[in-house]
């Protein structure tokens, strides 16, 4: 684990950014991202720590919208309109539970000292930085295999009709003659 200029070792505060996430605290997460790009200038760290400022940013903004749609809503008609407002309601807790699911996988990776790799914002973390997230080469190029069921049968070479020989045909008393 690699140790920081402050002595703190650098995935610390990634995992607490994306902790932040967990527990609604968009404003402590941009205090962590702010302070590992300013304190310890690590390009690595500050890529994780902008990825859960990011996920902290539009988990709450879209957990706020969707709360605040279904409050338009008076869910004290029964209805349409409480089926709305339950329906904005369930919504936001299922992007809620997306940001808590990312938070976890996140964690787990910067952990072990990987790319917490969450698919948009890691790509834009790359952006912010001014380099482009690397592809993975591929692989070697394998055949497609023959397909399976009966095995390939050669047809017999083309035998051209022979020259001197009787030929079955209308002229010479073979089938077709009327």
């Not at 605040?68 to 339950?86: E, H, M, R």
């Amino acid at each position: 684990m690699r140790k920081g200029k402050l002595g703190v070792v650098l995935c610390l505060y990634p995992i607490v950014g994306f902790l932040c996430v967990l527990f609604h605290l968009p404003v402590v997460c941009a205090l962590i991202f702010g302070f590992v790009l300013a304190a310890e200038r690590d390009e690595w760290a500050g890529r994780q720590s902008l990825q859960a400022l990011g996920l902290s940013a539009v988990s709450t903004a879209l957990e706020q919208l969707l709360r605040a749609v279904g409050n338009l809503f008076p869910s004290y008609y029964s209805g349409f309109f409480a089926f709305l407002s339950v329906a904005f309601g369930v919504l936001a807790v299922l992007v809620y539970l997306i940001a808590i699911i990312c938070s976890i996988v996140a964690i787990l990776r910067v952990a072990r000292d990987q790319e917490a790799d969450l698919p948009v914002l890691s790509g834009l973390a790359y952006r912010a930085y001014g380099k482009r997230k690397p592809q993975p080469m591929p692989g070697p190029y394998q055949a497609p295999y023959p397909p399976q069921g009966q095995p390939f049968q050669q047809q017999p070479p083309y035998q051209p009709p022979q020259a001197g020989g009787q030929q079955n045909g209308p002229q010479n008393g073979g089938p077709g003659q009327s």
